[in-house]
């Protein structure tokens, strides 16, 4: 490109008309290379739409409320995937939340310097892990703990009679409080290890953010508080936590959005079973685990076109737990906390 | 007192996992990474020995090939959302390059096969567009996030140099925040490099060494999948070796990424 540069000494230049063509040309580029980021969005939906039309026009609404999902009679109800979903992220969120407060605290609030960081480090690391390598982790190492167990839950009688009683309800489609807790499926795979897994890999996603609005609080507020002669932990439960409630909450539901569309790790250890969920330790399934294992291998059309109706269906549910996380933290946090 | 025990038992809780998983890899797959892991393919089921020569080549370029995009898109749309603020379009870019970062990695493998896979078969091609569909978001953000740290005044100066703003921008502006945009792509990368998801029915896999994009390719995660999942000793071991490669390379790349950032 030429030298813009063009000196006119006997007028004051305005300073947007130096050298405009070349800054639009420049503009247009850069614009047009980023809208290629709305251009994906767009075709993704697209795309996702129109291969989910067949699957849409044939069940409606019904695909949502139906349970039967069964490529061998063509009929196809997401209702088994969508409760699978639903119960094993909410369950890991649960659990992992109050953790990654914890380690959040700890971090920011206890750990003396030299142990901070690389404490924060760890955490950190713990995001980076693959989801296959969690998957792996969880068949090798956690799913024979599970298994031993479930075996040995049937050494007295009367579990193995409790069992049957089990059995006949769940063929028959339905189920009992106790019944859930009941073991359907003795190698340790099953709801139970998926919720396991989803708990250790969203743990990081919590604890990142908590940590970075823990450390917003001013400092004032604490000083205060121990100035009256309050204990470390009244300072943190009365004047911390309540203060950064809110971005926490907006790390909170970032966590929920990877828990929903957390695949491969879940599609290994989850069973692969599209019953409705009958037993916390059998087999079940997420709309993420289902499209990994059976998306390959749809050979009918209507098979394939439902599988993706499971991802456009994710697709729209990540995107408003995305941005309804993202309004949370961007409105609590002026610098931009990630 | 009470509470800060609680504390430091849930701190241990969380960190455990890495430090097990992490322990396990080296206990069970340290023995099989050799010569051969590095230059062989996985033997046919069944058979010992072999490497994961495939999958280490297909992550490679598949890497490279869904860079040349990431970091095209990703630089562009930091530039955009941190250098034309006023811009009409700006908050539609930022809202969706935001959305964009969550969306299932699994969902995204559905649109690249939707997009080349359905036209032109199993290939390296779509792997990388699906690979690089995932990384622009995340450069997108760093990129933002440095360019708004390099000071205004510098912005300034150059302007009043006479200089046009595209070449404040791309002699000035870049190069001041060079450094921590590479981190950001470091961290993309490494974030991408153990994504399997999107691999399933794009890149498909491959059990030969294959260097054509146009061809299905095998990847890392890939392999780890495949062999974590497979009956067979033998594949279950290549499989933990290749997650103790994996994990080491990312583990790596994100701590040079920060310790690069931290320093600046």
């Known amino acids: 490109m030429s030298e813009p540069t063009q ?85 890991a969120l649960a659990i992992s939340v109050p953790l990654a407060i914890a380690s959040a605290l700890f971090v920011a609030e206890y750990a003396p310097r030299w142990l901070a960081n690389p404490v924060g480090y760890l955490i950190e690391l713990l995001a980076a892990v693959p989801s296959v390598v969690y998957g792996l982790w969880a068949l090798f190492v956690i799913a024979p703990v599970l298994s031993r167990w479930e075996q040995g839950f049937f050494q007295a009688p009367e579990k193995i009679a409790l069992y049957t009683a089990c059995k006949n309800l769940w063929d028959s489609g339905s189920t009992t409080l106790q019944c859930f807790f009941v073991p359907s499926s003795f190698d340790g795979r099953g709801l139970a290890l998926a919720i396991i897994i989803l708990t250790v890999m969203i743990l990081p996603y919590t604890a990142s953010v908590a940590r970075d609005v823990i450390r917003l609080v001013p400092q004032d507020q604490r000083e205060a508080m121990y100035a009256l002669g309050a204990t470390k932990w009244e300072v943190i439960s009365r004047a911390i936590l309540p203060y950064a409630r809110a971005g926490i909450m907006g790390g ?45 291998d749809a050979q009918e059309a209507l098979h394939r076109s439902s599988v993706v109706t499971l991802g456009l269906t994710l697709f729209f549910l990540s995107v408003i737990v995305n941005y309804v996380a993202r309004l949370i933290i961007g409105r609590l946090t002026p610098k931009g906390i990630q | 007192m009470l509470m800060g025990g609680l504390i430091l038992l849930a701190t241990l809780l969380v960190v455990a996992p890495l430090i097990l998983i992490f322990a396990y890899l080296i206990r069970e797959g340290l023995g099989a990474v050799n010569l051969d892991f590095f230059t062989k393919v996985p033997a046919p089921e069944g058979e010992t020995g072999g490497g994961l020569a495939n999958a280490i080549l297909g992550s ?99 302007l009043a140099l006479g200089l046009p703003k595209w070449l404040v921008t791309l002699r000035i502006v870049l190069p001041a925040a060079a450094g921590g945009i590479v981190t950001g792509v470091m961290l993309a990368l490494a974030r991408v490099a153990g994504e399997a998801a999107p691999l399933l029915f794009t890149a498909f896999g491959n059990s030969a060494i294959n260097l054509d994009p146009s061809k299905p390719m095998s990847a890392l995660p890939l392999e780890i999948y495949r062999g974590a999942t497979s009956a067979y000793d033998e594949n279950q071991r290549l499989a933990k070796a290749g997650a103790l490669l994996l994990i080491t390379l990312i583990f790596l790349t994100s701590l040079l990424a920060r310790r690069a950032s931290r320093r600046k």
Not at chain 2, 105 to 125: D, K, N, R
Not at chain 2, 131 to 155: N, S, Y
């Open chain 2, 60 to 158: 490679v370029e598949m890497l490279a090939m869904a860079s040349v995009l990431g970091v095209l898109v990703g630089v562009s749309g930091g530039i955009f959302l941190s250098e034309y603020p006023r811009h009409p379009l700006m908050p539609t870019v930022r809202m969706i390059s935001d959305v964009l970062a969550g969306i299932p990695a699994i969902v995204m493998g559905l649109v690249a096969y939707g997009l080349i896979v359905l036209q032109f078969g199993f290939s390296g091609f779509a792997g990388a567009l699906a690979l690089g569909f995932l990384m622009m978001p995340i450069v997108v953000r760093t990129t933002e996030e440095v360019l708004k740290l390099v000071p205004q005044t510098v912005r300034e100066a150059g």
């Open chain 1, 252 to 296: 909170v539901i970032l966590a929920l959005g990877r828990a929903l569309g957390e695949t491969l790790a879940v599609a290994m250890v989850i069973g692969d079973s599209q019953d409705a969920l009958k037993s916390l330790f059998g087999g079940a399934s997420t709309m993420a685990s289902v499209i990994a294992n059976q998306f390959g």
């Open chain 1, 7 to 91: 000196s006119r000494p006997n007028r004051l230049p305005a300073p947007a008309s130096l050298s405009s063509r070349s800054d639009r040309l420049f503009e247009i580029l850069i614009l047009t290379l980023a809208s290629v980021i709305v251009l994906v969005f767009a075709l993704s939906i697209y795309q996702l739409g129109t291969e989910s039309w067949p699957a849409l026009k044939r069940f409606g609404l019904d695909f949502f409320t139906q349970r039967t999902w069964n490529p061998v009679q063509g009929s196809y109800g997401a209702v088994a995937m969508i409760t699978g979903t639903l119960v094993t992220s909410l369950v």
